[in-house]
């Protein structure tokens, strides 16, 4: 049982070139988020999604794109990358129920020019 | 104000100590409460779920207090390998909130 993975691990882009992160997930659950956490600080919530086709904005959605045209992917998009989006990611995902919590991602670690 | 606030620490403690960590939220319509654990450069990875009654994992305690908005974690007789951060996190709408993190370091 993989859990929740992320692809890639590393990347390094050049200011101005775009990529994208894929977050894919096999327990079924409808809740699933990206995050960026920053050296010294705590998780910020890009963006999210409650289910299949349908995605919100979290804290700081600014410079990315999301899309979960399935229920098991989430994807982020970084259409320009800038140097301030250098961050380590996070995906998690979650059961849409209360009481329960969320599984992470061991991350990807994005480096840019 | 922040929805879940920690003090940052760190907490430097020696082993077989006993420390404590406490959290506050804002928003009294909360259900659901945990507490992860953070090594450098890691995912988050969830150490216990908080219960009203206050529950217990080995040497770790949690506490809830709805009517304070105050969330506690009791770690006794802590091990080098404590050392981490600890979130506090609280459910919101369709999202946890996570608090930023409680740095605690345990020496030999």
């Known amino acids: 049982n993989a859990g929740v993975t992320q692809t890639p691990k590393f990347r390094v882009l050049k200011t101005g070139q775009s990529m994208t992160l894929l977050c894919a997930q096999d327990m079924n659950h409808e809740y699933m988020y990206w995050y960026r956490q920053d050296p010294g600080m705590g998780l910020r919530l890009i963006h999210y999604s409650v289910g299949e086709g349908t995605t919100a904005k979290g804290e700081v959605p600014d410079g990315y794109n999301v899309s979960r045209l399935k229920k098991q992917n989430f994807l982020l998009g970084l259409e320009s990358a800038a140097p301030s989006q250098t961050s380590v990611y996070f995906c998690a995902s979650r059961v849409g129920l209360e009481n329960q919590p969320q599984h992470f991602g061991d991350g990807t670690r994005l480096s840019i020019l | ?108």
């Open chain 2, 1 to 108: 104000r922040k929805e879940v606030e920690q003090d940052p620490g760190p907490f430097n403690v020696p082993e077989g100590a006993t420390v404590a960590f406490n959290c506050t939220y804002s928003n009294s319509a909360s259900q659901s409460f945990f507490w992860y654990r953070q090594d450098c450069r890691k995912e988050p990875k969830l150490l216990m779920s908080v219960y009203s009654s206050g529950n217990e994992d080995g040497r770790f305690t949690a506490q809830l207090n709805r009517a304070s908005q105050y969330i506690s974690l009791l770690i006794r007789d802590s091990k080098l390998s404590d050392s981490a951060t600890y979130l506090c996190v609280v459910s919101g709408s369709y999202k946890l909130i996570f608090g930023s993190g409680t740095r605690l370091l345990v020496r030999p």
